[in-house]
């Protein structure tokens, strides 16, 4: 099997690395981050309670902005203690980003909840409990006699760009190709490209290095300009697999959470009311985009996501993580070898936070 690597500035999550950070030393990464606090929490100025200390294991993009606002903009309508946005810390990868939490320097982790499971896999001892997307905005194309996901199965040979095992276009390909009843899984193709970074995807479809791959939805418009007819949708990514799933999620150690079940439910509240107001109204959602993402991205760019997230409610506020949508991600999980076995949901999930939060936020 063909495995052409090509590590660009994109999300890099693997079983490899995950198992990598456990191993390394943390201690950059530590005193980027501060120092322990066994307590949980550092001290607000103004009232003397403690502020959570979260983390975000990616930069900030649009399909995250809802979960990185929630404890700075919906605080106060959960009564949780403000964040500004300076306490918010933004790491490059989940496994830098879990080794921060285990180490005592975070309290909260926000992130892909398949590299969730496949930490807690390993026996370390978090949980999930709160959602925050639900999926992206992305599509399958193909180029050129590539028409179909019928015929990717036929030809297992084609060049597919691909990220490596466990990564968001992997799993998401793979989800689709089940949801359509396609017999194939990005493991099974021969000559899979592992290209991490999605502009070099794109770059790699146009070039025709590649003939099919899973881009942002965004990228689709400047491919079909350059490549016209040449190029095919193969799947609308949140259209085949419909409302519901799980992507990213708010994690922490499951001695935390026990601990601090109020203020991890007003947390979560905070997100889930985030989620809503930034769904429901496309000004909020890009007053908050310009606030908080550096550099600006376009107005073009936040329209087309938003009306995704709208269309697909990709933001969730109800809860989503449900013992159905669970099994079905490590469904998948597991036939792609991202995980070995299924997890018991109560090892995976704290509900008793998740159904505490989407009371406070006015959920069903």
């Known amino acids: 099997m063909s495995r052409e690597v090509h590590m660009g500035s994109g999300r890099r999550r693997g079983r490899i690395a995950v198992v990598l950070a456990f191993v390394l030393a943390a201690s950059a990464v530590v005193a980027a981050c501060g120092s322990d606090d066994e307590g949980g929490g550092s001290d607000s100025a103004s009232s003397g309670a403690k502020k959570l200390r979260v983390i975000h294991s990616s930069s900030l993009d649009p399909g995250e902005i809802a979960g990185f606002v929630a404890p700075i903009e919906y605080a106060d309508e959960v009564g949780l203690t403000k964040l500004e946005a300076g306490d918010l810390k933004t790491l490059d990868s989940h496994a830098t980003a879990m080794q921060v939490l285990l180490s005592g320097n975070a309290d909260i982790v926000g992130g892909s909840f398949v590299s969730d499971l496949q930490v807690i896999e390993q026996g ?27 015929y990717l199965a036929q030809h297992k040979d084609t060049p597919v760009a691909i990220e490596s095992a466990g990564g968001p276009v992997n799993f998401f390909f793979d989800l689709v190709l089940q949801a359509r009843n396609v017999p194939l899984t990005t493991q099974d193709f021969t ?167 989407v009371s406070l936020a006015g959920g069903s």
């Open 191 to 357: 000559d899979g490209k592992i290209i991490e970074d999605s502009p070099e995807r794109v770059s790699a479809l146009a070039n025709g290095d590649v003939k099919a791959t899973l881009i942002n939805f965004f990228q689709l418009p400047p491919l079909q300009e350059e490549l016209g007819d040449k190029v095919h949708v193969l799947s609308d990514v949140m259209g085949d697999l419909g409302k519901g799933g799980i992507f990213l999620a708010f994690a922490a150690k499951t001695d935390w959470l026990e601990k601090n079940q109020d203020e991890a439910a007003k947390f979560c509240a905070s997100v889930l009311t985030a989620d809503k107001a930034l769904t429901e109204n496309f000004d909020t959602f890009k007053a908050a985009a310009d606030k908080y993402i550096t550099p600006k991205v376009d107005d073009e760019t936040l329209k087309t996501n938003w009306d995704a997230i709208a269309k697909y409610e990709l933001f969730p506020f109800d809860n989503t993580l449900t013992q159905e949508a669970v099994d079905l991600v490590q469904k998948t999980a597991v036939e792609t070898n991202i995980l070995k076995a299924p997890i018991p949901y109560d090892q995976v999930v704290d509900s008793a936070v998740i159904e505490k939060a």
């Open 124 to 150: 370390v001892p978090i949980k999930a409990f709160c959602p925050f997307s639900s999926g992206f905005a992305a599509v399958i194309v193909g180029r050129d006699e590539v028409d179909s996901l019928d």
